[in-house]
T-cell receptor
Framework: EPEVTQTPSHQVTQMGQEVILRCVPI?????FYWYRQILGQKVEFLVS????????KSEIFDDQFSVERPDGSNFTLKIRSTKLEDSAMYFC??????????????FGPGTRLTVL | AQKVTQAQTEISVVEKEDVTLDCVYE???????LFWYKQPPSGELVFLIR??????QNEISGRYSWNFQKSTSSFNFTITASQVVDSAVYFC?????????????FGAGTTVTVRA
């Protein structure tokens, strides 16, 4: 069964460093998303991506964040200068393009980012 | 703006008891979709069910059932004859049917603990 994969599973970085989180969505999916979950809290939307551009972004997704689909398979989230409060689990998700509304999003296993 | 409220923070039951999880949502849109996701201790997010705002028919799928009531903006979820493997955090989520904007807005989650 196809699945969303994410690497690395755990990333430890120093405050101020850049990190790139990688995701490989399900191959025939066209909508891509990043969410984050601070430990013990709810899952929060960061950004959605469709047709090679950002569809929507939340207020969390400031200038320190960027997303890219550098090739036909990868979808990356870059944090330019990490802060302590960026420590969280980051989930990538993808969904099909289906007429009639949103369908289920399939989530990857997550990357746990720890900023020291 | 849309909002999802899960008032129950934690529920603890003994195996074979039924568990009902409450979800109340807010949106001004007339077309929207509601979801339930499960997050087991391993951390991944697993899709369970999806319902659109035009379909208030309640269904049963195995041990899962849901009760969608538009009049009270509620989308409750029941696990019948709970098992230890049902122990997880359960999230209710809302998505609007706007073009290319299918982001999920999650509730805070309800932690379900099923004791043997």
């Amino acid at each position: 069964e196809p699945e969303v994969t994410q690497t690395p599973s755990h990333q430890v970085t120093q405050m101020g460093q850049e990190v790139i989180l990688r995701c490989v969505p399900i191959s025939n999916h066209l909508y891509f998303y990043w969410y984050r979950q601070i430990l013990g809290q709810k899952v929060e939307f960061l950004v959605s991506f469709y047709n090679n551009e950002i569809s929507e972004k939340s207020e969390i997704f400031d200038d320190q964040f960027s997303v890219e689909r550098p090739d036909g398979s990868n979808f990356t989230l870059k944090i330019r200068s990490t802060k302590l409060e960026d420590s969280a689990m980051y989930f990538c998700a993808s969904s099909e393009s289906v007429a009639g509304g949103p369908v289920e999003q399939f989530f990857g296993p997550g990357t746990r980012l720890t900023v020291l | 703006a849309q909002k999802v409220t899960q008032a129950q923070t934690e529920i603890s039951v003994v195996e074979k008891e039924d568990v009902t999880l409450d979800c109340v949502y807010e949106t001004r849109d007339t077309t929207y979709y509601l979801f339930w996701y499960k997050q087991p201790p391993s951390g991944e997010l697993v899709f369970l069910i999806r319902r659109n705002s035009f379909d208030e028919q309640n269904e049963i799928s195995g041990r899962y059932s849901w009760n969608f009531q538009k009049s009270t903006s509620s989308f409750n979820f029941t696990i019948t004859a709970s098992q230890v493997v049902d122990s997880a955090v359960y999230f209710c989520a809302l998505s609007l049917a706007r073009s290319n904007d299918y982001k999920l807005s999650f509730g805070a989650g309800t932690t379900v603990t099923v004791r043997a």
